[in-house]
């Protein structure tokens, strides 16, 4: 204990975030994915403290952000108060041996060619329906959820609440659902394979509808198939400028990407301020082709052009820059009286 104490503050004392992230990651049971062992795992589960492969990290998005908050160890921008938290959850083989406590032995662990299907069987069984856990490790997810809500949305954030309550009814929805039968967890969704990941980066509304009195207080809904993330709320602001990103796995087949723009209230149900939807497809195949191509200079891969028959307010380009396949849009919002939404997508592939 006392090494682990000492190797702690080493990390603590590592110039930045980043740094200190790649040497817990080197950590020998943080070298392999805690679910399915797959070597070199590059993202984490902030609520949970673990550790995951790629394939691993479509499932846990799959559970909603209450159950798992997926960040990227290389993509995302990590702060020390999230470092901190992920040494305070000890790793792998401390959440394992809560989370994996009471494994039967004929229940095996997926493995790294496992199918789509075992994985989600098993992650569901282990996160969202804790069959596994220990006692002990309910209380901490409780807890240890609800922290990492702080840490990624901020104390003053009215997300949080929401965040919070759900996170407290899914707990204890799942100490009821903890002995349901392994038949009704084959019916659920998440089974699918992924392409990629796509990191949506909403970057401003434009003379958006007007809801409250002078004004709005407008979020973004995101959903791609079955998953959905949200922004922040902006108060009283008919232009307002997010600069948030959010990341969602890409799912075969491919379905359009769709947003929704709603005007917080407190008192009554939130009202509509517009919708779009988007065909990533040309997005994912350019992606692809250049993972396969071995170009390095930036240049122009694809245009999609506006016109009286789609939503765009003026031409969208995908382009590479810098290795990474991107596309810039502008959209004129539907089903609503006025309002633009300004949008950056990445495609993020599996190799990644």
Not at 6 to 27: A, D
Not at 106 to 112: C, D, L, Q, S
Not at 317 to 343: A, F
Request: charged fraction near 25%; aromatic fraction near 6%; hydrophobic fraction near 35%.
């Amino acid at each position: 204990m006392h090494n682990l104490h000492s190797w702690c503050n080493s990390i603590m004392g590592s110039p930045t975030p980043q740094k200190r992230l790649e040497l817990l990651m080197n950590q020998p049971s943080n070298r392999y994915c805690a679910d399915c062992s797959s070597p070199d795992p590059k993202w984490v589960s902030l609520n949970l403290g673990v550790f995951i492969c790629i394939k691993c990290s479509g499932v846990h998005r799959s559970l909603g952000v209450h159950i798992s908050k997926i960040l990227s160890a290389k993509l995302d921008d990590w702060t020390d108060e999230q470092v901190d938290f992920i040494i305070e959850a000890g790793g792998n083989a401390t959440v394992n041996m809560s989370y994996e406590a009471f494994l039967p032995e004929n229940i095996r662990k997926p493995r790294p060619d496992s199918s789509i299907k075992e994985r989600s069987d098993f992650i569901r069984r282990k996160y969202e329906f804790q069959q596994f856990a220990s006692s002990n490790a309910q209380n901490e997810y409780s807890i240890s959820s609800c922290n990492a809500c702080l840490l990624h949305h901020g104390p003053s954030n009215r997300h949080l609440e929401e965040q919070q309550t759900g996170i407290r009814q899914t707990f204890h929805n799942n100490r009821r659902k903890k002995d349901a039968g392994h038949k009704s967890i084959k019916n659920m969704i998440g089974m699918v394979e992924f392409v990629g990941l796509i990191k949506v980066d909403v970057i401003r509304g434009t003379n958006l509808a007007i809801r409250d009195m002078v004004s709005s207080d407008p979020y973004v809904i995101l959903s791609l198939g079955h998953q959905s993330m949200k922004t922040r709320v902006i108060k009283n602001n008919l232009n307002p400028v997010w600069n948030e990103k959010l990341m969602l796995s890409i799912p075969d087949p491919i379905p359009p990407l769709k947003l929704q723009v709603y005007d917080k209230d407190t008192f009554s149900t939130d009202d509509h301020m517009g919708e779009a939807e988007i065909d990533i497809q040309p997005l994912v195949a350019a992606a692809k082709a250049y993972e396969n191509s071995g170009i390095s200079e930036s240049m122009q891969l694809g245009k999609w052009l506006a016109s009286e028959d789609n939503t765009l307010v003026k031409d969208s380009i995908i382009s590479l820059d810098e290795g990474r396949v991107k596309q810039e849009i502008t959209l004129k919002l539907q089903n609503v009286e006025r309002g633009e939404l300004e949008i950056e997508l990445e495609c993020v592939p599996l190799s990644q």
